[in-house]
């Protein structure tokens, strides 16, 4: 096992998405608590265009007190590490508004994430659960949709970490057969976008019950040297480091010694990570 001591939560929630509960500082109390090295906070990203996008983000006009709400919770935490993030979602053709909020507050990193597989479906939403049996051969194309993004999202580089790499299988479905014909092209995006990816326990309290990514890609990213981190995706204070063991048991089984860190001025080096 990893210890506790050595891993970051950077992905966690604040009650500016509309769908997560208690403040910065609860979080990082639990963090600290659970004895944890660092918690980085990514909320779900405000949409250029009309709004509301959707009714599970900040508004544009948010994005300031987001950035105001987390450094404040960095100064009151200090010296334990608060870093600033942001969840992106990756739109193929919206590349540019990923480049413009990436200027505009000074991220520790950015996290990419697909959910949204077409306008107005966003593919982890209950709401959408009948696409999956609309015919017999729904969940094979709903995964061809869900990974072809997933790979534009990977190559893109715009960001450093990518969120639960197998979203898709969210509420049980997965198509019949070897899987790795999905993660295969999928690690080798990632590989050249260079980003890391994300162990997300979250998983393990949705239908499916098991961590994002499955083993065989976890396995996969491993032997290919791709960077990790453990994230709990909390939406509640005590979600944060929630699972860390089953994840961090996970990730020695697929070859994994250590977690990367996020920190803003190494951001920008050529692989985005230190
Ligand atoms: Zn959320
Ligand atoms: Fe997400
Ligand atoms: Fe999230
Ligand atoms: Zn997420």
């Known amino acids: 096992m ?17 769908h997560a509960v208690g403040e910065p500082m609860e979080y990082v109390r639990v963090a600290q608590a659970r004895g944890l090295r660092e918690i980085g906070f990514s909320d779900h990203c405000p949409m250029d265009g009309p709004e509301p996008f959707d009714d599970w983000r900040m508004l544009r006009s948010e994005l300031p007190r987001y ?15 608060v870093r600033l993030g942001l969840e992106c979602d990756f739109i193929a053709g919206r590349e540019g508004w990923i480049e413009q909020l990436a200027g505009l507050a000074p991220w520790d990193y950015l996290i990419g994430s697909v959910h949204y597989l ?3 479906w966003d ?6 659960l009948s696409r999956f049996e609309s015919s017999p051969g729904a969940v094979e194309e709903i995964w061809e949709r869900y990974w072809r993004e ?8 715009l960001f450093d970490i990518l969120a639960h790499p197998d979203l898709v299988k969210k509420f049980g479905h997965r198509p019949s057969g070897d899987l790795r014909r999905f993660y295969e092209p999928a690690i080798e995006a990632i590989v ?5 990816i994300e162990i997300s326990t979250a998983g393990l309290r949705k239908p499916v019950g098991e961590l994002y990514p499955a083993a065989d890609f976890l396995a996969l990213a491993g032997a290919a040297g791709i960077p990790m981190v453990i994230s709990s995706d909390a939406h509640a204070p005590e979600e944060v480091g929630v699972d860390f063991e089953v994840a961090s048991e996970a990730a ?3 070859g994994y010694r250590e977690t990367v860190k ?7 080096s050529p692989r985005g990570l230190i």
């Open 118 to 120: 077409a306008p107005g």
């Open 67 to 81: 950035v105001e709400m987390i450094l404040d919770a960095r100064s009151q935490a200090a010296p334990f590490p």
């Open 150 to 157: 997933f790979d534009r999202c990977a190559r893109s580089g």
């Open 252 to 254: 020695v089984s697929a």
């Open 2 to 18: 990893l210890p506790l001591s050595s891993l970051a939560d950077y992905h966690v929630h604040t009650p500016l998405c509309r």
């Open 262 to 268: 996020m920190q803003e001025v190494k951001r920008r």
């Open 192 to 196: 050249e976008g260079g980003s890391a």
């Open 123 to 128: 593919v982890d939403n209950p709401k959408h």
